[in-house]
């Protein structure tokens, strides 16, 4: 348990740190390519949810292009034209057959997805730095015009992106953010300005006691998924956070309404009672692969501007 004025990341970067000594494969080297991606997506924006999911799928994987060919060849294979795997369109028959294969082939990227359950009864996580932000972009950017609301978000998306990146990055590394081209970066303008506020918050958590950067980045870029090289690409990759943030969000709601209480230490069960493409999902996240899972859930507590953060591990049963 934390206050808020000592600042949610901070608490999140000690439970991070803890869980690395004591389980040091949870966030792989990532330092191995010249580019390391960061593919996002959020979940549970609608009033029947609890819980609001930003999930981060984060890839340095040397072998990315003989992973990417074996994609292509699956594809070709399994006649899936221009099919993604999006977690809200998964009603497609052929789809939801081959939804385990397509879990185990991204499953098979080196990196990690990094997850986080805010409840939405939560305001105003990094309201002290979302002035700087808001100027920033206002006298930069005056064309890239948010609603409050969306800007909210886009300081949490950044904020956790940035962060993670941040513990994972290395010396001359290039750093690509692919986001979904939804209401955070609609068009160029808020692209620029998504880009602007990423590379400030990427400095801010680099940055030395002493004022200096520990090693010189590499460029820093931001994308959406309407840049796809035309294979699918990009839609494919962005799919890990979507399917994951989805049944995230489902599983979460179910404990929520059920009274389920989160604890440090204990391992959960999925609900019985979810659908069943949360159930492959939940199911794909518990096995071992070379892409990790991390799951984090940040709940108020009962006193004022305290709130918990619980790293959350799931084993495969379902709760009955």
């Given at each position: 348990?934390?206050?808020?004025?000592?600042?949610?990341?901070n608490v999140i970067d000690r439970t991070f740190v803890d869980r690395d000594r004591r389980r040091p494969n949870t966030f792989p080297c990532?330092?191995?390519?010249?580019?390391?991606?960061?593919?996002?997506?959020?979940?549970?924006?609608?009033?029947?949810?609890?819980?609001?999911?930003?999930?981060?799928a984060i890839l340095g994987d040397p072998d990315?292009?003989?992973?990417?060919?074996?994609?292509?060849?699956?594809?070709?294979?399994?006649?899936?034209?221009?099919?993604?795997?999006?977690?809200?369109?998964?009603?497609?028959?052929?789809?939801?057959?081959?939804?385990?294969?397509?879990?185990n082939l991204v499953g098979d990227l080196c990196g990690v997805c990094v997850s986080f359950l805010v409840d939405r009864r939560l305001n105003g996580l990094?309201?002290?730095?979302?002035?700087?932000?808001?100027?920033?972009?206002?006298?930069?950017?005056?064309?890239?015009?948010?609603?409050?609301?969306?800007?909210?978000r886009l300081l949490r998306v950044t904020h956790f992106n940035s962060f993670v990146l941040a513990g994972l990055v290395g010396p001359?590394?290039?750093?690509?953010?692919?986001?979904?081209?939804?209401?955070?970066?609609?068009?160029?303008?808020?692209?620029r300005a998504l880009t602007e506020i990423f590379g400030s918050g990427m400095c801010r958590y680099l940055?030395?006691?002493?004022?200096?950067?520990?090693?010189?980045?590499?460029?820093?870029?931001?994308?959406?998924?309407?840049s796809d090289n035309g294979t699918l690409q990009c839609e494919d990759i962005a799919s890990i956070p979507d399917l994951v943030g989805g049944a995230l969000s489902e599983v979460f709601t179910k404990y929520s309404d059920t009274g389920i209480r989160l604890r440090k230490g204990i391992d959960l069960s999925p609900p019985a009672d979810v659908s069943?493409?949360?159930?492959?999902?939940?199911?794909?996240m518990t096995e071992e692969h070379r892409l990790k899972q991390v799951v984090v859930c940040i709940e108020p507590a009962p006193s004022p501007s305290l709130f918990t953060v619980t790293l959350v591990?799931?084993?495969?049963?379902?709760?009955?």
């Open positions: 348990m934390a206050s808020q004025d000592l600042g949610l990341i990532l330092h191995h390519t010249p580019t390391m991606i960061s593919v996002s997506d959020y979940a549970g924006s609608h009033k029947s949810s609890a819980f609001e999911c930003y999930s981060f990315f292009a003989l992973w990417d060919d074996r994609r292509i060849e699956w594809r070709h294979r399994q006649s899936l034209g221009r099919r993604t795997f999006a977690y809200k369109k998964l009603g497609d028959k052929k789809k939801a057959v081959l939804l385990s294969e397509f879990l990094f309201d002290g730095d979302g002035e700087s932000d808001r100027t920033i972009v206002a006298e930069q950017w005056p064309k890239a015009k948010y609603r409050k609301a969306t800007f909210d001359h590394q290039n750093v690509l953010w692919i986001t979904d081209q939804d209401d955070i970066a609609a068009n160029e303008r808020q692209l940055i030395l006691p002493d004022g200096t950067l520990p090693f010189r980045l590499g460029h820093i870029r931001c994308g959406t998924t309407a069943l493409k949360t159930r492959s999902i939940m199911g794909w591990d799931f084993i495969g049963s379902p709760l009955s």
